[in-house]
């Protein structure tokens, strides 16, 4: 019998079989979220998911700082590097609405695709990025999804507020501060 280099038969090497790094990544985050999910509940999943997303956002806002050359990024710039690194994960994140006092994203494509689904406390990345980059910049954030796929829905709604107005204080989401 002739083997790979690998060790690995031909036969079984040559299968058509949907698994490559990417697949791989992505079902083992969905299965970390859905253990979480099932032993400690969605809202405490949700906060071991946010502590990671605090830690990637910090990680990403001083990325773009570092490359735009610049110790703090303008409403502009916050916008743009929003949307920005999820266009680089393949998600297709894009501005509906931008203003002083918020800013609305929409999205079809979660990063994560079909492995979102089901596993909501995964959207606490999108959360915890989006309210680290803006509020270390621009002061506060407050991050409300309003629709995302992971919940079944066809698109994600993302605002993130960028001053504590009423209508801010009104809406269901987490605040994030300058540290």
Do not use: W
Not at 2 to 30: H, K, N, Q, Y
Request: proline share 4%; hydrophobic share 40%.
């Amino acid at each position: 019998m002739t083997e790979t280099v690998t060790g690995t038969p031909p036969e079984v090497a040559s299968l058509d079989i949907p698994l490559e790094r990417d697949v791989f990544l992505r079902t083992l985050i969905r299965e970390l979220a859905g253990t979480l999910q099932d032993v400690v509940g969605l809202e405490e999943a949700s906060g071991f998911v946010s502590v990671v997303g605090q830690r990637v956002g910090d990680e990403i806002n001083e990325s773009y700082k570092a490359a735009l050359h610049v110790s703090q990024l303008s409403r502009h710039q916050v916008s743009e590097v929003l949307v920005d690194p999820k266009r680089r994960i393949q998600g297709s994140f894009y501005v509906i609405e931008e203003d002083d006092e918020k800013i609305v994203f929409g999205n079809h494509n979660c990063p994560f695709a079909e492995k979102v689904i089901g596993r909501p406390a995964m959207c606490m990345m999108t959360s915890n990025v989006f309210g680290v980059i803006a509020a270390e910049n621009l002061d506060y954030a407050k991050v409300t999804l309003r629709e995302t796929i992971a919940e079944g829905h066809g698109q994600c709604r993302v605002v993130v507020y960028l001053t504590p107005s009423a209508e801010a204080e009104s809406a269901v989401g987490r605040e994030y501060f300058k540290s």
